[in-house]
């Protein structure tokens, strides 16, 4: 989950690795450090964002290493943050070593003295101690001894950077003016020719070369398609990402629904589809609520069995899996490793593995049998939104696919972009209620059928950024135990969505609102007893989370501001998750 930059070449190194660490910091901002080989080591680290490395740039080197940090292991202090330094080494890390108690008990018994808490310390004392001449025969013997996950890029006191890579990404690319690499496409805005490396690759970069081995040797990698290779958006004239990216779901809907479209047309794809009797959807976060939204689509319009799962629950089940099982993996980044590790136990186990991802060229998608790419574009803000919206589109295709190979009508999706440009033009309404929510102690979003998984969904939302204790709920469960919670002024967010469950959802709202609830509602028919609401267009009800989410979204955002918070880079989180 931290952000990982390189660079050799002919510039100075500093500002090219500042610059870098600010495209990054959305996957850790708790403290951040470069090291810059000039005619001696240089290093600076400070606890909190990168701006707190101001005057680093002074420092003198055209080959340096940087990191920013989401803590594991050790609190966010300067002794813990990247790069870590020891004899002629310094490392930063991505990751986390399963073995390092061990190791460390290794290097101390050899007299060697550590000045952090981290496990990844311990990768710069390995490499110090394999280090005869050569840095990236080193780093391969310290790999070896490694239990784990990581992304790792050292480099001593030659003009060069080793890079090792497992289970957590690592990018290489060439610029005109040297070699670089990161653990996001972000930092590599200034490369012409970008590759992923692979699982249990190592590559040497120096300024005028880079090459990329496996346990074999030397290997050539294709470099990522063109339009694969973007750098980090600018925020357009918002405030900030979160609400650019809210505005830009349409977009992403859109883009989503022709991505389908075309993947659709694999025939391959198609015969597993024709012959799917049972789906099994896993995910995290968001992802496992775009599950719950596509296993209650696929099984109201295709009849077909469904279960959802979260991914870092899923592998310690003991799974029952049938062979030719379809698995339907989501991520983000695709890069999740509860998801990857979920994902590859199934297909170990005899499954079929479909990856949902925005990441064409991520570790999920090379390990999938079919990979069906979102179209949300680069989201930055911490929180899912667009990204969202984005799964559900393809999630939902997919969903009115089954149904039609299974002679059960046709579903239009077309019209869903439009829609959630009217559902976000009303979405600002919930500006109008944050009051209520500033000085809130609980908060509860209530839904019957598909609106459960919203409001679990909006739930999330408001935790990540307003740092507000909130449940989504049955509505049906309300009196089975959270009523104890609902007090004089408790916000409750009631979603209806489905008209048929409307008036069940009803009594729990009157029953909130009788304990002195303040009742706010999201719906397509909305109650006319003057209950603040955002009334969203009517769609397709198997389809209604794709814009009933949209005003959740938003009013999340508006209470993260009316708290004092910064909606895009929430406390404690990071964009990818990519240690256990």
Excluded at 33 to 51: D, F, N, T
Aim: charged share 20%; hydrophobic share 45%.
């Amino acid at each position: 989950m931290c952000g990982i930059v390189a660079y050799v070449g002919r510039k100075q190194a500093a500002p090219i690795l500042l610059r870098g660490l600010s495209a990054l910091e959305y996957r850790g901002y708790d403290s951040a450090g470069i090291a810059v080989m000039g005619e001696r080591l240089s290093l600076v680290k400070r606890v909190g964002r990168v701006s707190s490395l101001a005057g680093a740039e002074q420092l003198t080197g055209t080959c340096g290493v940087g990191h920013t940090r989401w803590a594991t292991h050790g609190a966010p202090t300067e002794e813990n943050a990247h790069p870590h330094v020891f004899g002629k080494v310094a490392v930063v890390h991505n990751g986390i070593i399963e073995n390092a108690d061990v190791l460390k008990a290794e290097c101390t018994a050899r007299g060697e003295k550590f000045s952090s808490e981290t496990d990844s310390e311990v990768i710069a004392h390995l490499l110090n101690f394999y280090f005869k001449g050569d840095l990236l025969a080193a780093l391969k013997e310290t790999c070896k001894r490694l239990v784990g996950s990581y992304a790792i890029a050292a480099m001593g006191e030659e003009r060069e950077i080793v890079l090792a890579r497992r289970a957590s990404p690592l990018l290489v690319g060439r610029g005109e003016d040297g070699a670089y690499a990161a653990s996001d496409l972000s930092a590599l805005s200034a490369c012409q020719t970008v590759y992923a490396l692979g699982e249990g690759h190592f590559a040497r970069m120096t300024e005028d070369a880079i090459r990329i081995f496996d346990d074999g040797g030397k290997i050539a990698l294709k470099p990522l398609k063109k339009e694969e290779v973007e750098g980090l958006p600018a925020k357009g004239g918002y405030a900030h990402f979160m609400k650019k990216e809210l505005m830009e779901i349409p977009a992403s809907i859109a883009n989503s629904l022709e991505n389908y479209r075309s993947f659709a047309q694999n025939q391959a794809f198609c015969r597993v589809l024709c012959q799917t009797e049972y789906l099994t959807f896993l995910g995290c976060g968001t992802a496992y609520h775009s599950g719950l939204c596509a296993k209650y689509a696929v099984e109201r319009l295709a009849r077909v069995r469904a279960a959802c799962h979260l991914s870092s629950e899923y592998r310690y089940l003991n799974p029952i899996v049938k062979r030719g099982e379809l698995v339907v993996a989501i991520s983000q980044s695709g890069e999740t490793a509860d998801t990857l590790a979920a994902a590859e136990l199934a297909k170990a186990k005899g499954a079929i593995l479909l990856a949902v991802t925005n990441v064409g060229y991520s570790t999920l998608s090379r390990i999938a049998d079919f990979c069906l790419v979102t179209g949300a574009g680069r989201e930055v803000a911490v929180a899912a939104t667009k990204s969202f919206s984005a799964q559900l589109a393809v999630l939902f295709s997919f969903a009115a696919d089954l149904a039609r190979l299974r002679g059960m009508g046709e579903r239009d999706l077309g019209n869903l972009p439009v829609l959630a440009e009217r559902t976000l033009a009303a979405s600002e309404g919930t500006k109008a209620w944050t009051g209520a929510f500033v000085h809130a102690k609980n908060v509860f979003f209530l839904g019957r059928g598909a609106d459960v998984a919203t409001a679990m969904e909006g739930s999330l939302k408001l935790k990540e950024i307003a740092y507000l204790p909130s449940e989504g709920y049955a509505a049906g469960e309300l009196k089975h135990g959270p009523l104890a919670l609902v007090e004089q002024g408790t916000p409750v967010v009631a979603v209806m969505t489905e008209k048929a469950l409307a008036e069940k959802t009803k009594n729990a709202v009157h029953e909130t609102a009788a304990r002195g609830a303040n009742v706010f509602v999201v719906s397509a028919f909305p109650p006319e007893d003057g209950l603040p609401t955002v009334e969203i267009p009517e769609a397709d009800e198997a389809f209604s989370p794709i814009l009933a989410a949209i005003p959740l979204q938003m009013l999340a955002y508006y209470v993260s501001l009316a708290r004092g918070y910064d909606p895009d880079l929430p406390r404690n989180l990071a964009k990818s998750v990519t240690v256990e």
